[in-house]
């Protein structure tokens, strides 16, 4: 079992950043790849980054790539998602997952937290 929790939402103006940060418990989380969606009022959900367990590998959507960057600290049993020049086209629910193997854009994800408010103004 894994258990998530976001953090770090808030309302920022456009082009500033904000660090959302995921806490992670579970004994073997870093067996598990991690990964942020996001969702827009009447939109489906999107993928938006992942990293891999061991923190080795990462990859990101097209639409956040040069903006945005995920890391993990295992030892601390956190995940952050960096964002960068933000727009307001990033607004949104955003929200940490753990998927143990798969299709990490498309794929179904094992285990979700409950999503962080990200509201970029104009």
């Known amino acids: 079992q894994v258990q998530l929790v976001e953090s770090g939402g808030g309302l920022v103006q456009a082009g500033g950043s904000l660090r959302l940060s995921c806490a992670v418990s579970g004994r073997t989380w870093t067996n598990y790849a991690m990964g942020w969606f996001r969702q827009a009022p009447g939109k489906e959900r999107e993928f938006v980054a992942v990293i891999g367990g061991s923190g080795g590998w990462a990859y990101s959507a097209d639409s956040v790539k040069g903006r945005f960057t995920i890391s993990r600290d295992n030892a601390k049993n956190m995940v952050y998602l960096q964002m960068n020049s933000l727009k307001p086209e990033d607004t949104a629910v955003y929200y940490c997952?753990?998927?143990?193997?798969?299709?990490?854009?498309?794929?179904?994800?094992?285990?979700w937290g409950q999503g962080t408010q990200v509201t970029v103004s104009s």
């Open positions: 997952a753990a998927l143990i193997d798969g299709d990490y854009v498309r794929g179904t994800y094992d285990y």
